[in-house]
């Protein structure tokens, strides 16, 4: 509804219309219409951006060039709005007519291209009710035509060659009261039309009879304006001929951009962009500004299309071109080619600082402190030039090749090390260089720290070059060189020989020339020697062994008679061995018991030390059965001198004493770390067996999965056990402490390393029968080891034990039901123990069974309970489990079986994938035998108390967790909001919330 206005333009408009002849009756009224229509063209609106006028019969300056037919029918009303602008309307009220078929046809219309075209029309219509007389031929409706040409000339057509559009109604029709409230009520119509085919169009309007008043005809297509989305050009595109299609456009990469994927955007009917695919980015010296790229400034760099903006050059570096893509190092600064260009230029780093030596003999270790000027780089290393200095002349050259480093000579990451093998009473200069990354760009840049050293007397090296000489049925000549380094005056010679297979009996000579003849042989024999020098800094290590044999006797050159002597000889000798194996069959002493692997009940007796024994087979001789237990250490147990070893610190206690981490250096062979177990003063003899009894097991054995016996001190006090050292302590400790670090190919990498030791002690017929994660001790390569041979002591003071009904103490949480009932240990009860530690050892140091009693752990173990499965353990881990914890002794695996079981989950990763079913992971302990079980948690202190989470009681307070029915709803997601972090502690409060979950759906728990 328009508002007049424009009283020029109407004055303009009234003189002509009033004139009018066909108005008839009308005149008045009607005079006033057409002042309404002439005076809507003060305000002209503009269509939107993604529309293209065909035609605009408002824009038009001069004729239009429509024809109408008949000539009397549609008539133009041609006026000028109030700023002198031609206006073209077409009117038509031939309502007092019968059978009116009035024609307007517009001039030829180009399509531009466009398949789909629109027409806007403008028009006021009378109310046929409101006319005088309510005229029956009267209509309130017109028809809109096209037709399809590509000549401009072809108006001249007939009417049924026109396609008809639509018939036009009005919303709104004005009255003669409308004209006289000077109101007028303009209807605006749009209709499509598609798809075109030809290159242009004509319009045709049709009157039938009604009063109407064509005010503008606007022709129009739809378009996707040009647009840069993405830093991607998209040209004007014209829509499609359906309605509903979408048009893939490609975009053109604006200036300074590349792209990995073209960019294309679709064109809507409705002229609109939408699916963007793809982008530009700004190359390389450009970055992204107002959908254009613009380089870099100076002092800024951009060094990839992914990157979003230029960034400013890093330190100790500088851009002073526009649209750089990397910034240039100043002078002295480098970069290497791996360097990112965001990573500031470095230099070489300055020399290391406050080196030290510490001598030892021919070794001299060597440590430093870190450059006090990296040069702004983390990668430094250290290269070690060692020179040999003549204390005479000062002259200085390089040491050679048979000097050794560890860990090594150049690259060197820490800040130490050990160079060995050097000259005794030498000057010796070392100098250590820090580099870096860089330091290869910047030649001469080396700076280094040097330490002056002279190395002290040593033993000398061993002897290598052994040469037999003469040899008779009864002697042996050899000869040899100075060992390679003597590192000083050799004083003597030391030669130890024996015959083969014959170590415990043997002869020293002791020569100070380096030739010997060896005496008193026996004819066709093999001997072993070994030769060590002495200097005045003591005895250098022994040579290798050296075996020689001596001639056959010749019985033709001796006689008959020659050889009576000798039979007699061996013939004694042969009654006195039958007589003291006879003696020892009689008396059973000294002789080494062992059960069988699965039956202690079986004995099997073993002779030891010259007498009767199974080739090929190492059997464990228990050291109980030596009237001497002394004899028994010394027999399996190397004795060390005490002045070898260096205690460091005191790292634990046990029974007897304290035990210490320290340093051995063993005879020809480099310092090392053990752990030494110390027997305290004041001890009894049976302390001193039993501490010792230990020992005598240990040193059976030689496995790399058994802990290792380096030897004893017995000679001196304190009274000394020595082991290989292993970094981190026993097992249940060490993965509580790193609880959820490890994958579980290194979980059952530890499994498979214990499997192996406890395969080899039944192999020899040994059992453990106090297998726990406790015993077992990892080294720094997470190597598992047994250890801990003596049950009969350790389990009087060991908390994890319990008095039996028939005496004596039993660690009952890792122990099978028939050693536990019957004291029937053997290789099956093991492999029980062995599948508790795996239970250990995938739940990350748990205690099993948590706190039951050991009463209460008896009676659920005889009642068919298992321990659930650990937090997402792998189901073929479990069920091996269940198998070592078989009811049946013999139906348990054996420890081969096991370790071969092992071995085929590590190689084949994919198998530890399946974990255990949540809901199978539910504790089948019965409410009754667990007084500490989810029944009793009254409230969540109580719980958290319970699993020793105690820590977190304010956090699930604070966070609203205040009932136990609320906890049971907690995810995983809501500890680490809560800020629970550590990943043992997680699984812990998990593993609880879960079971309760579970033992709610079964009904146990009331909460």
């Not at 380094?485 to 083969?500: S, V």
């Not at 995938?842 to 068919?864: H, L």
Request: hydrophobic fraction near 35%; charged fraction near 20%; proline fraction near 4%.
């Amino acid at each position: 509804m328009l508002h007049v206005s424009g009283a020029k333009s109407a004055a303009a408009g009234l003189s002509w219309i009033h004139g009018s002849s066909w108005w008839g009756g009308f005149g008045t009224h009607l005079t006033v219409w057409i002042w309404l229509i002439t005076s809507t063209y003060s305000k002209t609106i503009a269509g939107p951006s993604n529309e293209v006028n065909l035609l605009d019969s408002r824009s038009v300056m001069g004729d239009l060039g429509w024809i109408a037919y008949p000539k009397n029918g549609w008539e133009e009303i041609g006026e000028v709005d109030e700023n002198y602008a031609p206006i073209h309307t077409y009117q038509v009220c031939k309502v007092m007519e019968q059978n009116q078929n009035n024609w307007l046809l517009t001039s030829w219309i180009s399509n531009e291209g466009a398949s789909r075209i629109f027409i806007e029309l403008k028009f006021t219509l009378r109310d046929c009710n409101s006319l005088p007389g309510g005229l029956g031929t009267c209509k309130e409706t017109f028809n809109v035509y096209y037709f399809e040409s590509s000549e401009e000339d072809s108006r001249n057509i007939r009417e049924n060659q026109y396609i008809k559009i639509d018939t036009i109604a009005a919303d709104e029709s004005f009255t003669e009261l409308d004209l006289g409230d000077r109101v007028m009520k303009l209807n605006t119509e749009i209709r499509d039309v598609g798809p075109l085919t030809k290159k242009g169009f004509y319009l045709a309007f049709q009157d039938v009879g009604a009063c109407i008043a064509l005010v503008s005809v606007r022709v129009y297509y739809k378009k996707c304006p040009s647009v840069v989305r993405n830093l991607a050009l998209f040209q004007d595109t014209i829509t499609g001929a359906d309605s509903s299609q979408l048009l893939e456009v490609s975009g053109t990469c604006v200036n300074n951009s590349v792209t990995e994927e073209a960019p294309k955007m679709h064109c809507s009917a409705e002229g609109e962009w939408l699916v963007p695919i793809g982008k530009c980015m700004c190359q390389e010296g450009y970055e992204e500004k107002n959908n254009t790229c613009q380089a870099c400034r100076s002092g800024f760099f951009k060094s990839s299309p992914q990157s979003q903006a230029c960034s400013k050059c890093p330190p100790h570096s500088y851009a002073h071109q526009e649209a750089s893509t990397s910034c240039v190092c100043e002078d002295r600064y480098y970069r290497r080619e791996s360097d990112p260009y965001t990573m500031a230029c470095t230099r070489p780093p300055s020399a290391p600082r406050n080196a030290i030596s510490n001598i030892n003999e021919t070794s001299v270790f060597l440590e430093w402190m870190f450059p006090a000027d990296t040069g702004g780089r983390k990668d430094v290393y250290y290269n070690i030039v060692c020179k040999k200095c003549n204390s005479i002349s000062g002259v200085c050259e390089e040491c050679g090749i048979h000097v050794r480093y560890v860990p090594q000579q150049s690259g060197l990451r820490n800040t130490t090390v050990m160079v060995i093998d050097l000259q005794a009473h030498t000057n010796y200069t070392f100098e250590i260089e820090a580099e870096n990354g860089v330091s290869e760009l910047s030649p001469g840049s080396r700076q280094h720290v040097s330490v002056n050293v002279t190395t002290n007397q040593a033993a000398p090296s061993p002897v290598t070059h052994v040469k037999k000489g003469k040899i008779t049925k009864n002697s042996i000549s050899l000869s040899w060189q100075e060992p390679e380094r003597p590192n000083g005056i050799i004083l003597e010679y030391e030669i130890k020989y024996f015959e083969k297979d014959e170590e415990t009996s043997y002869t020293i000579i002791k020569s100070k020339e380096t030739e010997i003849t060896a005496e008193g042989l026996k004819p066709a024999s093999s001997y072993i020697f070994q030769i060590r020098a002495r200097t005045a800094a003591g005895y250098g290590a022994y040579s290798r062994r050296f075996e020689f044999e001596t001639s056959p006797v010749s019985f033709a050159a001796t006689g008959d008679q020659s050889q009576i002597p000798i039979i007699a000889v061996s013939i004694t000798v042969g009654v006195i061995l039958l007589a003291g194996v006879v003696g020892f069959l009689l008396s059973g002493r000294r002789c080494g018991y062992s059960k069988a692997k699965q039956d202690p009940e079986e004995e099997k007796m073993h002779f030891h030390n010259g007498h009767i024994k199974l080739p090929g087979i190492k059997t464990y001789i228990d050291p109980h059965t030596y009237e001497d237990p002394n004899q028994a250490v010394h027999e399996f147990a190397k004795e060390i001198d005490a002045s070898s070893i260096t205690i460091e610190r005191v790292i634990g206690a046990g029974e007897f004493g304290e035990v210490c981490s320290g340093r051995i250096r063993l005879p020809g062979k480099r310092e090392f770390p053990v752990a030494i177990k110390t027997l305290k003063a004041g001890y009894t003899d049976k302390q001193r067996r039993d501490f010792l009894g230990e020992a005598s097991i240990m040193g059976q054995f030689d496995h790399p999965n058994i802990i290792h016996l380096e030897g004893v001190v017995t000679k001196s006090k304190p009274v000394m056990i020595v082991t290989e050292y292993m970094e981190n302590g026993s097992l249940d400790t060490f993965l509580k402490k790193n609880d959820g670090q490890f994958t579980v190919i290194q979980l059952v990498g530890m499994l498979r390393g214990i499997a192996s030791g406890m395969k080899y002690l039944s192999d020899m017929g040994y059992v453990h029968r106090d297998l726990a994660a406790r015993n077992i001790l990892i080294n720094s390569n997470l190597v598992c080891k047994v250890s801990d041979f003596g049950l009969s002591r350790v389990l009087e003071d060991d908390p994890e034990a319990a008095y039996t009904t028939r005496g004596g103490k039993i660690p009952i949480r890792w122990t099978a039901p028939e050693a536990i009932a019957f004291r029937k240990f053997t290789s099956a009860s093991d492999v029980w123990s062995y599948g508790i530690v795996m239970w250990e050892v995938m739940s990350y140091g748990e205690r099993p069974y948590w706190e039951m009693t050991n009463q209460d752990v008896i009676k659920a173990v005889e009642e068919g309970y298992r321990l659930p499965s650990p937090m997402d353990c792998p189901a073929a881990l479990y069920q091996l489990m269940l198998d070592c914890w078989q009811k049946e002794r013999n139906s348990r695996p054996k420890f081969e079986e096991i370790v071969s079981m092992l071995d085929k989950l590590i190689r084949n990763p994919s198998s530890l994938k399946s974990l255990v079913n949540s809901s199978n992971r539910v504790s089948n302990l019965l409410v009754e035998h667990n007084p500490a079980g989810n029944a009793v948690y009254r409230s969540v202190n109580e719980w958290l108390e319970g699993i020793k989470m105690s820590r977190y009681t304010d956090t699930f307070m604070e966070n609203g967790y205040t009932s136990m029915d609320a906890v049971t709803q907690v995810t995983l997601d809501d500890l680490k909001r809560f800020g629970v972090t550590l990943a043992g502690h997680q699984k812990k409060i998990m593993n609880s919330i879960q079971e309760m979950r579970a033992q709610l759906l079964n009904g146990m728990v009331p909460l």
